[in-house]
């Protein structure tokens, strides 16, 4: 039972994970996107 609801626990969450991944990769675009505008944060290393 313990295996069972575990692995229905880990299907609702790559769910989860897949119905929010548009919104994420949207944010992350936008934010590596607005990076490109402020040279100061563009150190080596950084990324």
């Not at 944010?27 to 040279?39: E, I, T």
């Amino acid at each position: 039972m313990a295996t069972l609801t575990l692995a229905l626990a880990l299907v609702i969450t790559m769910l989860l994970i897949l119905k929010d991944w548009q919104r994420l990769s949207n944010d992350w675009a936008y934010f590596a996107y607005s990076l490109r505008d402020v040279p100061q944060t563009q150190e080596k290393g950084f990324f």
